[in-house]
């Protein structure tokens, strides 16, 4: 299980069994409202980071996508969304634009 699948199984879980003290659980409580509140916040502070220069701004990107991914991933685990459902999606994608295709294509 790669670390994003295993993110959405800690989520997924939080929602069937949700502790008192996990921030998943306080998301979880505030809905559609709170979750997309932080996502919106998130979302700014990536762009935010993107501007910034130098590793220290490579490195600030990275963290606030992880705090972004993360967000995401409850308000999918709110809406009971799989994870599978999103890389379907994004599958089909492949599919419509044939990139796949070309990428998996061997190089001559
Ligand atoms: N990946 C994350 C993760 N990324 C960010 N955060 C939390 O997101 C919050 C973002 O910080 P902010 O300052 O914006 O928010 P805040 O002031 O703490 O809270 P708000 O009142 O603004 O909601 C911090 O509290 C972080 O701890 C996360 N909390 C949990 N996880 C994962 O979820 C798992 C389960 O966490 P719990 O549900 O808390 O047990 C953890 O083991 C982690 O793997």
């Not at 939080?14 to 659980?25: G, L, M, V």
């Not at 990536?46 to 220069?53: C, D, L, R």
């Not at 009971?80 to 379907?88: K, R, S």
């Amino acid at each position: 299980m790669n670390v994003l699948s295993a993110l959405m199984a800690v989520i997924e879980d939080r929602r069937a069994n949700p502790p008192e003290k996990s921030y998943t659980t306080k998301l979880f409580n505030g809905g559609v409202p709170k979750i997309g509140e932080k996502i919106m916040e998130e979302a700014a502070e990536v762009v935010e980071a993107a501007g910034e220069e130098g590793d220290e701004g490579r490195q600030h990107l990275i963290y606030e996508a992880g705090d972004l991914i993360y967000h995401l991933f409850v308000m999918l685990g709110h809406k009971g969304i799989a994870l599978e459902e999103v890389e379907a999606e994004l599958g089909r994608r492949f599919g419509v634009s044939g990139i796949d295709e070309k990428a998996s294509r061997p190089q001559k």
